[in-house]
């Protein structure tokens, strides 16, 4: 059983910059792809991005391309969001999940565990 606890999320302004942070605990971390998802109000849960189990490669959503960064360190057993140039349409909750994909599926059930995620607000 792994155990994801998500932090770093608060309001911001438009233009502003947020860093989430995705701690593990439990299974060997690095023995699994990540992926970042939002979910805004009345909305389906949204793939942000996804990290190999080695951190090398990152995929992004075009709508996040270009302002987002994910990274890891398995050493830590932790995993970031970077977010900069943040947009009122970013308002969600943020989860992290881990599964056994190579952090390119963009849909939920393709993970196995999740954080309870956190709240980034962005006003205009």
């Known amino acids: 059983q792994v155990q994801l606890v998500e932090s770093g999320g608060g309001l911001v302004q438009a233009g502003g910059s947020l860093r989430l942070s995705c701690a593990a605990s439990?299974?060997?971390?690095?023995?699994?792809?990540m992926g970042w998802f939002r979910q805004a109000p009345g909305k389906e849960r949204e793939f942000v991005g996804g990290?190999?189990?080695?951190?090398?490669?990152?995929y992004y959503a075009d709508s996040v391309k270009g302002r987002f960064t994910i990274s890891r360190d398995n050493a830590k057993n932790t995993a970031y969001l970077q977010m900069n140039s943040l947009k009122p349409e970013d308002t969600a909750v943020y989860y992290c999940?881990?599964?056994?994909?190579?952090?390119?599926?963009?849909?939920?059930?393709?993970?196995?565990?999740w954080g309870q995620g956190t709240q980034v607000t962005v006003s205009s």
């Open positions: 439990g299974r060997t971390f690095s023995g699994y792809a």
């Open positions: 999940a881990l599964g056994s994909g190579w952090g390119t599926d963009n849909q939920p059930r393709g993970y196995d565990y």
């Open positions: 990290i190999t189990r080695s951190g090398g490669i990152a």
